[in-house]
């Protein structure tokens, strides 16, 4: 979609974007895995980023979350123009992300889970104060509405979408203001990926900036505000909920055009037809190609 698009969004909320990419590119040598993405990030609202693998998803994520740089075009945040040299800069400016495994250390308990690299020690030999953390646990999680009955148990034994609720009740409670969840839905059942995008909604609800990457239209769409997809690198729509039905973000996901094309293609192989083994065996059928290999990706 067109510059115009963008700009009449900004235009309809007065608050600016806590984080803001402008014309961001990023090569890995001759590869351009980003070019021109703009792209903002509000408070309190979800800002989906959809694309096919290899469309640059991760690339994105990388360079928001202090994993690379980018090599062209401006982030800013809160209108200043910033650059993470490391995942600990972009975390110390609130930037929350829950990658899909790495999301906690499994063999870890809950609790020391939520606490990783933040514990609460005390006294004079600065020993860990367990029974406090467990509270601030407890509690915190509650809040989000999660109920795990014991939090020494180790994470690992968790579910999927367990794990990931406790990643963003923790990114909330140690003060993100930008959190950024890479296909949190992507390995988890249809029940499962409910709860997740309930949390997203509650960290949204929080104040978060929240920016939920997904190949996922539906999931987008229960949850988002904002759409932005990415084909091969660049930004191929960037759209308001209010702009954009659900159908029309799935054909775009779907590939559009490409899927037209290819619904032409496969018209002339009569797609109800089916053949028996006697007609393949009498060479009647010719035998069926080898699958083309995948575009590789990251
Ligand atoms: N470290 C890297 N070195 C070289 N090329 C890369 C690297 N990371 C990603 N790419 C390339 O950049 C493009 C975008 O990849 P990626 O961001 O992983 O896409 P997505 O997460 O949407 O699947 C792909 O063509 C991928 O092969
Ligand atoms: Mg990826």
Redesign the pocket.
């Known amino acids: 979609m067109s510059s115009a698009t963008v700009e009449r969004h900004d235009a309809a909320h007065s608050d600016t974007p806590i984080l803001t990419l402008d014309d961001v590119g990023k090569s890995?040598?001759n590869?351009h895995?980003l070019r021109g993405v703009s792209l903002n990030v509000r408070q309190g609202e979800v800002t989906c980023v959809l694309?096919?693998?290899?469309?640059?998803?991760?690339?994105?994520i990388k360079i928001i979350s202090g994993l690379h740089e980018h090599t062209d075009g401006t982030m800013t945040l809160d209108g200043v123009e910033c650059r993470f040299p490391s995942p600990r800069a972009a975390q110390a400016s609130g930037i929350a992300t829950v990658y899909q495994d790495l999301a906690l250390a499994p063999l870890m308990s809950v609790w020391r889970n939520f606490f990783l690299g933040n514990e609460i020690h005390k006294g004079l030999f600065r020993t860990l104060d367990i029974a406090r953390m467990k509270r601030i646990c407890d509690e915190e999680l509650a809040k989000m509405g999660i109920i795990i009955p014991d939090l020494d148990r180790p994470v690992g034994g968790l579910s999927g979408g367990q794990r990931q609720c406790i990643a963003i009740a923790r990114a909330i409670y140690f003060g993100a203001r930008v959190i950024i969840l890479d296909e949190p839905t992507a390995a988890l059942g249809v029940k499962q990926s409910g709860v997740v995008l309930r949390y997203i909604v509650k960290a949204r609800d929080a104040g978060l900036g929240v920016i939920f990457i997904t190949h996922n239209p539906h999931h987008a769409h229960l949850v988002g505000n904002h759409f932005v997809i990415?084909k091969l690198?660049r930004v191929v729509l960037d759209a308001h909920r209010d702009e954009l039905t659900l159908e029309q973000l799935t054909t775009e996901m779907a590939g559009g055009q490409e899927l037209a094309e290819l619904s032409h293609e496969l018209r002339g192989a009569d797609p109800g037809k089916v053949v028996t083994p006697a007609e393949v065996e009498h060479g009647q059928v010719e035998a069926p190609a080898r699958p083309q290999e995948e575009e590789?990706?990251?």
Request: neutral net charge.
């Open positions: 890995y040598g590869v895995a694309g096919d693998n290899g469309a640059g998803k991760s690339t994105l990415l690198g590789p990706s990251a």
